[in-house]
């Protein structure tokens, strides 16, 4: 039985940009799994791979492997996320060429400025 929303826990609650891309998979994914639902958290970048399964490799006797998936990750609203890319919250493209010429990379300029604007992160 998969467990249920959980209230949250006391304490402050500072804002989180979490950054995802073709390459956030498996233990990436559940971290970027565990900040969706909670409030002042936000992703930027691009889908994730789709590996957010636990997964177990069997032997069989000719040598070959059955793997099973054993494991969905849950988020803290009960959502279950499969073998599919993961879309984040703000969909931001980013190339080389930006932070070769100095502009930065996209995807983490729009972090900063998304975290600068929330009450918490003010001077």
Do not use: H
């Amino acid at each position: 039985m998969a467990p249920g929303p959980r209230p949250p826990a006391p304490g402050p609650r500072p804002p989180v940009a979490v950054l995802t891309g073709p390459e956030t998979a498996s233990a990436g994914e559940a971290t970027l799994i565990a900040f969706r639902g909670r409030p002042e958290s936000r992703s930027f970048g691009l889908p994730t791979a789709g590996l957010a399964t636990g997964n177990e490799a069997y032997p069989l006797s000719d040598g070959a492997l059955l793997i099973l998936t054993q494991a969905a990750d849950l988020d803290r609203t009960g959502r279950r996320y499969t073998n599919a890319p993961i879309a984040p919250d703000d969909r931001v493209e980013s190339t080389a060429g930006d932070v070769v010429r100095g502009t930065g990379d996209p995807v983490v300029v729009a972090a900063r400025k998304w975290l600068e604007s929330r009450p918490a992160c003010r001077p």
